[in-house]
């Protein structure tokens, strides 16, 4: 049974408990008032500032400063207008938070243009009001104009001008046709030019990357390769050339063009035999080679043909008045050479041969050059007199791509004995 003092206990234990629950709620909504009150009391747009009235952007080069305040979420537009209310856009539907830091945009006196050429380009001198919209997530919108002059902007612009790109086809595959594109323009100004290929996957291939170019005629060469060497697929490719002056004009051309029949060449000698090794003097050696084409592309070759027969008195360039001297790039020949042999550098196989077995009238270019196709293997015979007066020769082969290298140097090496 309770008591009447429990039960008045009980009775103010209930009262306190009520009374502290409506304080609490009061409380939280006079905190939760203060609070909304405070948000309420911010402008969506609130203090704009810009660091001139008069910006001058081929003078000092430093940029003009314009910082603004952001009460409330929104989206900020920024423009100038000129006299005729024609609009240039710098930032368009930039969303926003509230924030206690101004925001600041930095403004270098140029604008982006409509024009597929002219990017970017500065604004002719004159009078102009920039203006920074705010508009709520509610549709709310707040704006503030500035008066801006613009002066001493008007200054030349500049141009990739005659832009040509030749061949528009190009092969890199080492044979010395059409294996590079060249890349030639004017420029009508001092400017900093990039050159670059989209390829088709998307890859971007840098070719010229921020070169200080003056206003002249000017030519870069592309290989049709990744910086590093690297092949590339067949496809069409697309260049941009960019030419930025000093102000921040940009001017931008680009165009399209084609890699075909990409490949690396490549050729193993499969055999080889130096023979007889015992000779007498002015007695005539005879080395029989087979070669084939391991690689993807045909290479090309040219004489003197198979079966030529040398002194060793003579060298490849000095026959046939000269007809084989050595050409520059992609051509392939095998050659003999000895250890004793005091030429080197380019001297080095001084007796050389076509990658063919057929009569110089049957090559794809008759008496002028052969193609060894991926995959085709050939026999090459050549045939050296010895009027050297050396005991002991060291002969080997090795395959030559003229202009470029000594490919599988030194292979089938063989002692031969001379006697007098």
Aim: charged content about 20%; some cysteine.
């Amino acid at each position: 049974m309770v008591t009447k003092s429990a039960s008045f206990m009980i009775h103010q234990f209930q009262y306190s408990m009520g009374l502290l629950r409506r304080v609490t709620f009061t409380l939280g909504c006079l905190l939760l008032g203060v609070v909304l009150s405070g948000c309420a009391a911010r402008p969506l747009l609130g203090d704009v500032v810009s660091s001139s009235t008069r910006f001058e952007p081929t003078a000092s080069g430093e940029p003009l400063t314009i910082s603004y305040e952001i009460g409330q979420t929104a989206t900020v537009d920024i423009y100038l207008l000129d006299s005729n209310d024609t609009r240039y856009v710098l930032r368009s539907q930039e969303p926003r938070v509230a924030t206690d830091d101004a925001y600041t945009l930095r403004f270098d006196g140029t604008v982006p243009t409509s024009d597929g050429v002219l990017q970017r380009r500065l604004l002719a001198s004159g009078s102009y009001t920039l203006v920074i919209e705010a508009t709520a997530e509610d549709g709310t919108n707040q704006r503030r104009d500035l008066a801006l002059d613009i002066v001493g902007s008007d200054v030349p612009l500049p141009d990739v001008a005659n832009l040509l790109v030749s061949p528009q086809t190009i092969s890199p595959n080492a044979d010395a046709i059409d294996d590079v594109a060249e890349f030639t323009y004017r420029l009508p100004v001092s400017a900093t030019v990039d050159i670059d290929i989209l390829a088709p996957n998307g890859e971007r291939i840098p070719v010229v990357t921020r070169a200080e170019e003056g206003p002249f005629e000017q030519s870069h060469v592309w290989n049709g390769k990744r910086p590093n060497g690297s092949l590339l697929a067949n496809g069409i490719y697309t260049y941009t050339v960019r030419a930025e002056d000093a102000y921040g004009n940009l001017v931008l051309r680009e165009g399209t063009l084609q890699l075909a029949d990409v490949g690396q060449p490549e050729a193993r000698i499969v055999y080889a035999s130096i023979a007889p090794e015992k000779v007498m003097l002015g007695e005539t050696l005879t080395v029989t080679m087979r070669i084939r084409n391991t690689g993807d592309v045909p290479i090309r070759t040219y004489g003197p043909p198979s079966g030529h027969r040398y002194t060793t008195d003579e060298v490849f360039s000095s026959i046939e008045d000269g007809q084989y001297t050595a050409q520059a790039g992609g051509f392939w020949r095998i050659g003999l050479d000895w250890d004793a042999n005091s030429g080197g550098g380019p001297k080095r196989y001084p007796f050389r041969w076509a990658l063919s077995s057929r009569p110089p009238e049957q090559w794809k270019v008759p008496f002028v050059e052969d193609w060894l196709l991926p995959g085709e293997e050939v026999e090459v015979v050549g045939e050296v007199t010895l009027l050297q007066r050396e005991t002991r020769m060291g002969f080997y082969v090795g395959l030559i791509q003229d202009g470029v290298g000594f490919f599988q140097d030194r292979t089938a090496r063989t002692i031969v004995e001379v006697g007098f």
